[in-house]
């Protein structure tokens, strides 16, 4: 494409760009790494094969084929665009041949993926009349279909979701095809983490079991995008051992990644251009070329937003625009619009899309030259499936990153080595969270009842004696029966903790639909009555919390401020599970007992954020069992003894800081979203009696997420101060530390920044001894 | 991950934080013997044999296949009427059946088979039991079994490893719902009874109350509330024997039918080439029955027997200018008679009429192949 490389060109001379620019990164095209088709791979699938113009096979495609037709579990990790589905699909189509009794389970974390998934495979199938029946089986396919599916389907494509409540408590129906479950594929296995991962272990255990009952010890094959722990993650998903396979033998084009950070504003509050437009006038320089374009961002709002904009940047009626269409593409558009848009991108028609992630996994739009991303969508590795979007085989693409005002972008934007170095975010699960394995105990006594001597992570009896005095399983000649009238399945949904969400009901002008959900912790903070909602770009006004009903009832109000409730949490460390002084100050691992209670809340004005009134609130107290990472400040050692050094009416805001900032960059070693972990902050904390900080799991039980943080504290302390360090504003702001209080305390910022400093040398220096 | 012992510290915090909401069980290891005449038959299962008059005494049973295919060359003692109390609605691997009744018709008696499951370890013995009555002859007799009773008991027998025989089955509830699914508020079987059987129960427990009843029995072992489950039970049962000797007793009396059931007896028969069923259905059209106007007029058109149909649906069409009968007197007149205004006139009615959006669009299209003939013509 030398109509991009010129557009390259031009826009790495562009001053007004190249300044706001903190890194123009080119990696180089790649020679791919062939390997002979496997001899023993039967003609039949060879042909289809070549008939797709697949002659060879990449390094990785063969390794996996070698390992899988041995018997081995593998964890396959490549890039986006490396050929990923033939690592599974080539072993169990030959296995399938080979033995026409055996069946494979594929899990996709989404429908969509199922989807194309099941065409790919049919494509390949019926390319060389290869004598294997695809069946897809979830929430979408018909009751006629489904028996067909569990009678004669010899590779079932399927969710987790349906998995769990539709094919295990229904086991006998499924005789046939689990006992002879031979391979079962989990695509996409990073996204199994926190509470979907926790789950997943958990119906994972289940499938095990019930595949032993009938039998059978199926082989599982994982892919994953690029993590910095794919083996591990998928080692605590699968509870086997696991070859890693990640050297990844496909050719790559050479491709430029450009980290943009629009430029200031107000350098006194921090403030930056917005995303929204100049992401817009981005991908409009390239548009107006003709260069195929997509624009990812976070929100369906803002992805509307963007489409418009370019649009009317591109508007010429002499031209009609030069036909140049750009269009949007999200979730809650209907099928058919989707398909006709993904259609318009492979045949040429369309030269542009906006797109929320739902464009992100799978789904074929042919080969695109550009990605501009509108703002850091979450994770590293959803940056690399995203700007994977763009780049064909052998060719040039770009990729431009814009930041936004967010710590997590500003962070990353400023300290680009960590985007180009190895990867640096984990996937961290807690399979053993006691909710969610009571949750999957319950349905897997429905499904089977246990011995007493039975296991299921652990020994059940103390499991089953609890659930026995629930009332909802009954022992009886030394087993364990589900004696309920219920069935547990449908009441345990894999995706959230709770099921107690809170409903929200635009009732305004005798209106009465609902716009959205929430878990009632969050609702307690932002739902409360008299708070201002915002959704999709909207503001509501909350009328009443009906925690009783699990409703909220808002209506559409216009108002110049927000409102920001204040939480009074009180923490209680109730286990204490391990200690260690490697970060230089006392670390502890336990379960607390989190309190929490809104009481009151501020009004706070848009823009300014300046503080126009407080109102009460009346809640009932949340409480929540869950895991956490305490950092104690100890007096004799070297964290604590700086912090002793600051002033003590600097002290309780330093500490705050220090936790927010943290926090705030936690996620990018995480891979969680910022609210899914909390800090409380304690000058003197009553179990301690030292300066201390709580980094716990939002999630009842936890999610791995306080285990994580521990384990990458170095890592997330080196990112604060970082952050703190290289961030441009006076005295904080939302990017970094937070804006300052009311109190005109200019010192804050300068005391975090010292503390943080002093904290990190300390521990690298730890290490480096210890090492 | 936490280990064993850390799981067991939370698992009693959370045993102490939630609600006492907890029911004490009795660890009561022997077996409350049911009342007379419950007899105890194995660890944990007993039997229970009812006789009353068989319902069937004057019909001839070689003439149930018309309406049953799957009765052909089988005697009327080859129907086995069943019926099974679960542990829970809405099935799955974790949903069992603690009590199962079978009745039979020997020697102008009906005589019903309950069998009650004390505890789950006897759940092996309880399926054996059943085992020996469903040999291969029989012919099951259902309400909404195949859907629910006979798949729940296919798994049963699958996890416990035995293989369950396959018979072929009579869904009453298939049939109720061919017949009177127009003129009755649902097809559950106590309507049946109240309205067509004239069976009026007293003191019913209501089906969704019965799992709990018997996890409240396995809990306390008092076995008095399992009466009212039993009761309930074999009247479901006797029912299912009632109501196929009624639908029997109208088949061969077709011209005892209840004027409202006329139409729908007559479109199986119909159905079933059976030649009363155009008697019927005429009947019922007399009475302006629009529904077998339909039947009959479809027949006609099968059978090349064009004027009759057209004389029907001029009559309905007279009656009601509703889109069925005009559409097919608009196909006849444009592609039969070609008399084109009419047909136009016909379509023109029926599109001021509301319609769904795919016969609106289907109309059009119409109206305008008939608009271009009228000018060409």
Redesign the interface.
Known sequence: MTNLKDKLNTLSLDRAFTDNVTRWEKIPSRNGKYTNIPEKVFPVIKETLFSRGITQLYSHQAESFTSVTAGENIVVVTPTASGKSLCYNLPVLQKLIENPEERALYLFPTKALSQDQQSELNELILAGEIPIKVSTYDGDTPASVRVSARESGRIVISNPDMLHSGILPNHPKWIKFLSNLKYVVIDEVHIYRGIFGSHMTNVIRRLKRIANFYGSDPVFICCSATISNPLELARQIVESDLKLINKSGAPTGEKHIVLYNPPLVDPVQGIRRGVVLESSKIATKFLADKIKTIVFSRSRVRTELIASYINKNLRNHFNENKKIRVEAYRGGYLPRERRAIEKGLRTGEIQGVVSTTALELGIDIGGLDLAVLAGFPGSISSVWQQAGRAGRSNTLSAAIIIASASPVDQYLVKNPDYFFGRSPESAWINPDNIFILLDHLKCAVFELPFQDTDEFSGPVTDFMSYLEEEGVVRLSGGSWYWADRSYPAEQVGLRSASPDNIVIINTTKGKNEVIGEMDLPSAKELLFQNAVYIHRGEQYLSKALDIENKCCYVEEADLNYYTDSIVKTDIKLLQNDAEDISNTCRTIMGDVLVRSQVTKYKKLKFSTHENIGYGDIYLPEEEMHTRSAVLVLEKNTVSGKAFALIDDTLKEEVIGRIGTVLKNVAPVFLMCDSHDIAVAERLKDQYTEEPSLYFYDSCPGGSGLAEGFLKKFPLILQAANDLVSSCNCEKGCPSCIGPVSEKGQEMVKGEVSKFLRTWLFSVIDNSEESD | ??S?G??????S???T?RNS???S?QKNESITLLKHPWRHIKPFVSIRQSFSTSPFNNIIPKNIPLLFPQMENRNIEKLLFYDLET?????????LAFLAGFGWVENDRLIINQYFLH???GEIDFLLLIKELLTDDKILVSYNGKSFDH?LL??RF??KGLKLPSISEIDLLHTSRRLWKNRLPSCRLGVIEDRILDIHRVNDIPGIEV??IY?DF??TNKSEPLEGVFKHHLQDIKSLAFLLAYINGQWFNPFNIPENDKTSFGKIMLFRNREEGLELLKQSFLKKDNEAGKILSIYYKRNKNLTAAVNIWKEMWNNSQELFQGLELAKYYEHKTKEIESALEIVKLLMQKENTERIMSKLEHRMKRLERKSVSG
Not at chain 2, 6 to 11: D, I, K
Not at chain 2, 88 to 95: D, I, V
């Open positions: 991950m936490g064993g850390a799981l067991t510290g939370r698992l915090r959370i045993r934080s909401k907890s029911v069980t542990t829970g609605l809405s099935g799955g691997a974790g949903t505890d789950f370890p798949p296919r798994t699958l996890m799992p709990d996890f396995l809990k």
